[in-house]
């Protein structure tokens, strides 16, 4: 998609004139924020039928099924994230919608429209990726204003809209500048501000902040956002990071394999992933049969750390499966930690192999057998707060309280809290 994105984004921006759009036409209806859910059947917004994208297979060779079947829809005013492992095909979904590729099976309508041999210039929508793909001959203000010029919005109202989208991206004065001089982060901005300026009626966005640093991309996220749901832009996102999808969008569709496995509103995907596989992809890091985790009854019940282990007591359905989150796992250091008296079910005996102070909390790294073999995972340290200063001098439990240090041999314990149940298989 990369290589010929250029191209593709010069073809899709010129679009919006040729479509007979005008710019500046009053903004489309209802709040973002109010409308998380899809409007289906009633005509409005994206609604992707059964699609099927298919690469190779000629010459007797069986090629690849990139996109397997999806159904998806997307409310006007929707922010909706495609979010998956590399090569589980949302490139390919996004680019079937935009009509960059053909669909082999499945319908792709907008506005009640069937868009089946309409071409990517015709259809009306945005493209946005990874690397901004800016024109370097054009300032910035030239950038954003490319796709109003293309359709033939009269100077004075060109450099008024120009001038709101700088504004909205965060680059007000902006314009005069040479893309040349301006920082990754500013390119995408800019990037957007020229993706949102014909106001499309759909945008679509592939891994616009993934060649970013980690901490501008959190930033930016939390812009885009913004920046969409002023502008009641309906959107199609694609990541491969589920916090960036969760910061961006209303609701996220789990692909995996071509196939959708999930699409919920982030809370409720975070609280109730349907599957071990979404859970796995969130971040979820572990899994213990719920009779096992016994999470659901005997609070402050010392039993597996203090029976030693094998006396754990299997029972309950055995159909789910606890998941245990980033945030699931606590170690329980000290008689006086009063998680050791509220936290319910089993204990486990694990050996630290690295402390490390992140984003104001105490990460344990265990290793630990919860009842699938010995697994190496996260848990969090109940010592706190801690001084920065106290991990020169790290204090095992051994003797007598502090930070767990290697070689430690701690209790640890499940937060429910910190877990989701989904069912096993
Ligand atoms: N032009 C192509 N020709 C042949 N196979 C392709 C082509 N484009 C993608 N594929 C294959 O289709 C599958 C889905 O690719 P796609 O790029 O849609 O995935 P993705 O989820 O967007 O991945 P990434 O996050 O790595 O960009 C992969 O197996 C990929 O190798």
Redesign the pocket.
């Known amino acids: 998609?990369r290589d010929t994105a250029p191209r593709e984004a010069e073809r899709a921006e010129a679009g919006p004139g040729e479509a007979g759009r005008v710019v500046g036409e009053p903004a489309r209806p209802g709040p973002a924020a109010a409308q998380v859910g899809p409007a289906v059947g009633d005509g409005a917004g994206l609604e992707v039928t059964s699609a099927v994208?298919r690469?190779?297979g000629r010459r007797g060779r069986a090629?690849?099924?990139?996109?397997d079947g999806v159904s998806l829809s997307v409310a006007p005013g929707e922010v909706v994230a495609?979010l998956?492992?590399?090569?589980?095909?949302?490139?390919?979904?996004?680019?079937a919608v935009a009509g960059l590729?053909p669909l082999a099976g499945g319908r792709v309508v907008f506005g009640g429209d069937d868009l089946a041999g309409v071409p990517v210039h015709r259809r009306g929508f945005g493209l946005m990726f990874q690397d901004g793909q800016l024109f370097p001959h054009r300032d910035v203000s030239r950038n954003v204003a490319y796709g109003l010029e293309a359709a033939g919005v009269p100077r004075a109202e060109r450099a008024a809209r120009v001038a709101e989208l700088l504004s909205d991206v965060g680059l007000d004065g902006y314009g005069p500048r040479a893309v040349a001089t301006l920082s990754g982060g500013e390119r995408q901005r800019v990037a957007l501000a020229r993706a949102l300026a014909p106001r499309p009626r759909l945008l679509l966005l592939?891994?616009p902040l993934s060649a970013l640093d980690r901490g501008l991309r959190e930033r930016l996220a939390a812009e885009l956002r913004e920046v969409l749901v002023a502008t009641r832009t309906t959107a199609v996102f694609?990541?491969?990071d589920h916090d960036e999808a969760f910061a961006v969008a209303d609701r996220v569709a789990v692909?995996d394999r071509?196939r959708l496995l999930q699409v919920a509103p982030p809370a409720e995907l975070w609280g109730a992933p349907a599957s071990r596989r979404v859970a796995e992809f969130l971040g979820y890091q572990a899994f213990v049969p719920e009779g096992l985790a016994g999470t659901t009854g005997r609070p402050g019940a010392d039993s597996a750390a203090a029976d030693g282990p094998g006396e754990r007591e299997p029972g309950g359905s055995g159909d789910r499966l606890v998941a245990v989150g980033p945030a699931g796992l606590r170690v329980l250091c000290g008689l006086d930690n009063p998680a050791r008296a509220t936290l319910p079910g089993l204990r486990w005996e694990a050996a630290v192999v690295a402390t490390a102070f992140r984003r104001g909390r105490v990460e344990v790294t265990v290793d630990v057998d919860l009842g699938a073999g010995t697994e190496r995972l996260v848990a969090l340290s109940d010592v706190g707060p801690v001084a920065p200063g106290a991990l020169v001098t790290p204090v095992g439990p051994r003797s007598g309280g502090g930070l767990p240090v290697t070689g430690d041999t701690v209790t640890v314990a499940l937060d429910p809290a910190g877990c989701a149940t989904v069912p096993a298989g």
């Open positions: 998609m994208v690469y190779g090629g690849t099924t990139a996109v495609l998956g492992p590399s090569g589980c095909g949302k490139s390919s979904l996004l680019r590729e592939d891994e694609v990541t491969h692909m071509g």
